[in-house]
């Protein structure tokens, strides 16, 4: 008898999560959903139809994949496990779909079919009906019996994840909200359902062992980047982290921190994450990330959807420049008040009155050397030491004549020009000057212009890929939300 496939997909993960304004709960949330696809919840809501050694395929991101070996028993599998959410997780949605396995079609052709049916199951879904619940106690009841979830991610000992977005923030009232996801990972599931086109049982391994290596490998440049940020605060008296992971479901990460040290943490997770390779298919990581740095009120959904979008502003950034998705990149927003419908409606407040932009964002944070001149200077590179010679100007330059110039690169060029004459900040073009030629990998350039073979520039504006962007706007506009990490090696 031929075998029956099934896939469990949780919907709207994010409307899920991020329903509670409570940051404790959030986490929760997350860690229900990655449970209600685990092998751990599958035995103890269905064992008398479930099996971890027959029926288990993968799980990863909020899904899961299994086999069974007839059509009946996927059928009782499928229901106990959805009644048992709809029962046990008020506003999890667990949308299922079954197909038996076609022989003649290879085992990614059969995966591949399984996912497209899911999809078309939940397109054509017109409302969604959930299980009322008549009577206050009722409800009670099944909150205080609610399984707290833990995350596998712990913090360091001595130390504690903060429970409250004000916590977080200490003093500043900002959190950075920010949001990774991994480059090319449908490539890399292509690659391994090419590579296992014969075999159902060996393409399960190795998805199966590529899935839980992401998971892993994710976690652990997660652990790597709090170690980091416990050695930037192991003075205070305090011991609760500025950081939080919120979701940590395979490649698709999320995790909130205190508003200035927010691109740091993001810059330090996907160094980390370089470093390591997956042990199925042999490939090391590439990520993109996208920070929302807002106020502690601001409507956390809000936020988590815009460092979405900022995430996905990074990756067509690097995918410009690379199609491999070779290069990690980040995008950011400090969000002032200034409510707008999308990151489109946002960056559009971002264009000169000469139609040049003010941002060089996004920006590189690795990237191979071949790729060098393509970037120029937009990489976090320039972006952070730029960011620290401001600071040290700021002791020559008053920060309201900084703030002052800001609109005046809003006009443009020749407005920008005419300012920094007029109010003698020429001292910030020297630190323009200091982050392009002796930042990380411009000491070549230095050297250029000590032996004449270059002439040095001090630029405001600077055209890059045919369009001309502003060197030091991001800077002046992170002056107060941005806090570099001291004695970090990559």
Known sequence: MPKTLVILEVSQKQKYIFSSKKLRENVLRSNEINYVTSPAFFE???????????????TGGGHAVLQFADEEQARKFTETVTEHVLCQYEGLELFAKKMLYDAQKTPGENLKELTKLLEQKKSVRKASFRRMHFGIGEKKERFENRQEIHSSVRPPQGWEFPSEFEKLAGDENFIAVVHIDGNAMGKRVEGIYKNNAGTWEECCRTLRKFSEGIQRDFET????TVTVVCGQF?????????IRPVILAGDDVCFV??????????????????????????????ACAGAALVHTKFPFYQAYQL??????????????????????AMDWHIEFGQLKENLGSIREEYETEDENRLELRPVAVIAPDCYKKAIDVRTYDFVKCLCQSMDISQSLVARSKMKQ??????????????????????ELLSAVFTSKYLAGKYED???DVIKGKEFITKEIFREIGGEKRCLIFDAIEMMDHYQPFEGVQK
């Open 221 to 224: 440049a997660f652990d790597k």
């Open 445 to 447: 350039k230095l050297e």
């Open 405 to 426: 110039f800001r609109e005046a690169l809003k006009q443009g060029e020749v407005e920008s020009a005419y300012y920094m004459h007029d109010k003698r900040v020429f």
């Open 44 to 58: 103890k809501a269905a064992s008398e139809y479930y099996h971890e050694t027959e029926n288990f395929v993968y």
């Open 234 to 242: 192991e003075q205070e008296k305090d011991r609760v982290l500025p």
């Open 307 to 328: 460092a979405e979008e900022l995430c996905s502003s990074a990756k067509k950034f690097g995918s410009s420049i690379d199609e491999t998705g070779a290069i990690s």
């Open 257 to 286: 921190t205190k508003g200035s040290i927010g691109l740091e943490c993001a810059r330090v997770f996907l160094e980390q994450l370089a470093k390591l390779t997956n042990a199925a298919d042999g490939c090391g990581y590439a």
